[in-house]
């Protein structure tokens, strides 16, 4: 039976990384077969040390079974069995968790690679939320069927092989001896060396073990940082400003564009045709150019620009969206905009609803149905599942029906969110620039009104939901700097580079669609990292930024131009969130 479990787990284990590296020749064309290949070591590392783990086991059990006595032998074997079988659970269970964090990292390879999501930002709701709603059934599919796979290849060849009295020498020193220590600790020499020498290189290896690696090193050598009480910041929250009695514009139409800074907008406008919309709409646009985002996912970027406050919560951790659900019956732009007798409306080209941000008091939601979906498709329309939270469109498809509900209502308030931007395989299937993709449907979108004799009393706002969430870009100001135009064919372009965060959106918004002045400028802007990425931090007016590891068994400064500021920072945005609650917002 140990001879049998042994090739058995040999086998498994060979089959797992072969697997592995057949993905990432597979990947070849997004990364060098010299990168591939150093990564591959990383699971070479991984899969043989679980192996030697238990080589070990068979050694030290087989060592002390021929030291006992017969009598005692005889007691000791009558737990064998039982040993075995748990050794054999604890074996599958350390083999798929190994198994499935590959599996997951190369199905989304590429968003994996930008973002390198640590495992030690994230919890059991977290990784239920992977494979619950993240993961879409291709992925399940291809995992299972993998796997069923791998265990039938390997039982089979470990019952063939353990019928064989006499194996071949060297046969029977890859069954036997490929877990000595000598072998897993040369392979996890070789990969720690190819982590040091790639990291000096600046050019981090593609492995999610890897990934810990560095996320180790760069926790334990940073220094920490220490807090002390502090009061919770009164400017999060900016319900206490004046307001409008009314507003100049019959229509005003907001669109959300994906993961777009203000450079990045400026890069791609410089690409376009002089004739595009966003080549000369600088012209006629009140441009806001010192905008910071409040929380880089779509969820919380949204709330916060609608519910005029600070969320300081990641988006899509169930904990923290029970800790700001409440926001969706609070007084937020939507509410204002009722009460100012505004039909509103929100949008966007997908079947599922956006928690809390869809549960605000709109007066009329365009999302997709299935049929739509089929209807869309029908019509040339391109439709995708890039993940199993995300049944979406062309946002093309919407475009007749928002233009419908703008000319049906009197005083019409639309807040469109493009789906175009959330995943690469839209980009990839359509070839098209993201600024030149939002451009021409902005472009679209006037056109419709203007032949409708409705662009004159419209004020059309361009603004994005959050900055770049790639990995190497959260040391980066012009990352969390995201542009805010108001458009109107009579506006006289003219810029404002005052501080704002993307929560004073509301407020910006109004004194524009009234003709009135901007709230005062802010001393500093805070903002939420993505989701699994404990990070917050903080733009001054000076300029200076601060990215803050906020964890709890060690939170550090990854940027600051001062200790103490990121302290005082820090304990701020802790208090304010550990007050973050319903009974503490009463108007």
Known sequence: MLKRSAVFRVTLTVGALLFFLAYRLYLIPARSIGQMLLGWGFEVTVFS??????????????????????????????????????????????????????????????????????????????????????????????????????????????????EIESLPSFLH????????????????????????????????????????????????????????????????????????????????????????????????????????????????????????????????????????????????????????????GERSLVHRMNEYGYGTAFSAAVTEQEAVVFDLPWSERFVLTESDRDRARKQGFLCMTPYEFEHSCDDRYLLPRLVDFVAAHERAFLYHEFIYGHSQEYMDALQIDPVRYYSDYVEAFTEALKKRGLLDETLIVIVADHGIRMKGYETERSTYILPLYFFHPQFQGRIDASLYAHFDFK????????????????????????????IIGAVDARGGLTVIKDRRWRPYALMTPDQAEAERLLAGIRSYRDRFTESDFSY
């Open 507 to 534: 407020d910006l918004l109004l004194a524009e669609a009234s003709h009135t002045s901007p709230p005062l400028a802010r001393d500093h802007a805070p903002f939420i990292g993505m989701t699994s990425s404990a």
């Open 49 to 162: 040390t679980i192996l030697l783990f238990f080589f070990v086991f068979s050694f030290v059990f087989s060592f002390v079974l021929q030291r006992l006595t017969w009598s005692e032998h005889l007691s000791f074997v009558s737990h064998r069995f039982s040993l075995h079988s748990l050794f054999s659970i604890l074996f599958n269970a350390f083999f798929l968790s190994a198994f499935v964090l590959h599996f997951a990292f190369f199905f989304f390879f590429a968003e994996a690679t930008w973002r390198r999501y640590s495992l030690l930002d994230t919890d059991s709701f977290q990784l239920l939320y992977f494979f619950t709603d993240v993961l879409p059934f291709t992925g399940w599919l291809l995992l299972i069927s993998s796997l069923i796979i791998l265990y039938i290849v390997a039982r089979y060849v470990s019952n063939r092989l353990a």
């Open 173 to 328: 020193h890859t069954l036997y001896h490929a877990g000595r220590p000598g072998h897993a600790g040369a392979a996890a020499f070789m990969a720690l060396g190819g982590l040091i020498s790639t990291q000096i290189a600046a050019a981090p290896i593609d492995s999610p073990v890897a990934y810990i690696a560095v996320d180790l090193y760069e926790a334990f050598s940073a220094r920490s940082l220490t807090i002390d009480a502090a009061s919770p910041p009164a400017s999060y929250n900016t319900w206490d400003r004046p307001e409008p009695e009314t507003l100049r514009y019959k229509k005003i139409v907001v669109f959300v564009m994906e993961s777009v800074t203000l450079k990045a907008l400026e890069e791609g406008t410089s690409r376009l045709e002089p004739e595009r919309m966003f080549a000369h709409i600088k012209k006629q646009s009140h441009r806001y150019t010192n905008i910071i985002a409040s929380n880089m996912d779509s969820r919380t970027g949204m709330l916060a620009m609608l519910s005029g406050r600070f969320v300081p919560f990641e988006a899509y951790s169930d904990a923290d969206v029970a800790r700001y659900a409440f926001l969706s």
